[in-house]
């Protein structure tokens, strides 16, 4: 009889325990965080923010250095256009000619360059890696693109392309556009001196 409550005992007891690490284990599920969404690594950065001030509109193709800036981009032969300092490619006689180009502000920013019955538009290369800041009247752009790398082409070219854009109180979008260059190896990494370019777009619309 002795023996028969003590198993009873042990049995009630093994019931109690089992019973608190049931309810230990539901409560530390029920305390576990929420999962947080997080967004797929292949997304682009989109310009169409909230944040990000609104800058399209008509803007006269050729901009006005600001002072201690050159007026060329990147060799003589190269004007100081929009087209060039966003890095948005546009045929070199389009440039030559005409005198204004539409900016289309959206997910990216689109350059829209007519003369004499001709338009060609661009659009801003945006990449999953690449970087945008955004306050009441700037946006600011970094990209990264590398070339090369290759088994038989071991060198690598790396260039990064930093862009600021500010709403000017009158309309006027200035431009700064920052491009640092460098060569890389598996043995050694030769920098280039940056390239810095500043200057005035008056907005015509």
Not at 168 to 186: C, F, M, P, Y
Request: proline letters at 7%; hydrophobic letters at 40%.
């Amino acid at each position: 009889m002795q023996q028969g409550a003590i198993d009873h005992r042990k049995y009630v007891r093994l019931v109690q325990l089992t019973s608190l690490a049931l309810i230990a284990l539901v409560s530390l599920s029920a305390c576990r965080p929420a999962p947080v969404a997080t967004l797929p690594p292949t997304l682009k950065p989109s310009l169409a923010w909230p944040e990000c001030p609104k800058i399209g509109g008509m803007y006269e193709l050729q901009g006005e250095a600001l002072p201690g800036s050159m007026n060329f981009y990147r060799n003589r032969d190269n004007k100081l256009t929009l087209n060039a300092m966003l890095g948005v490619a546009a045929p070199a006689d389009l440039t030559q000619e005409s005198v204004r180009v539409e900016l289309v502000h959206d997910d990216t920013l689109e350059l829209v360059n007519r003369y004499d019955g001709a338009i060609t538009a661009h659009q801003l290369d945006l990449q999953p890696e690449d970087r945008v800041v955004c306050e009441h009247n700037r946006i600011r752009i970094h990209r990264t693109r590398a070339e090369g790398g290759v088994a038989e082409e071991p060198l690598r070219n790396i260039s990064e392309f930093a862009q600021e854009l500010t709403v000017e109180g009158d309309g006027s979008l200035l431009v700064k556009t920052r491009i640092l260059n460098q060569s890389k190896s598996a043995f050694w990494s030769t920098p280039v001196p940056p390239e810095e370019y500043a200057a005035r777009f008056r907005r015509l619309d």
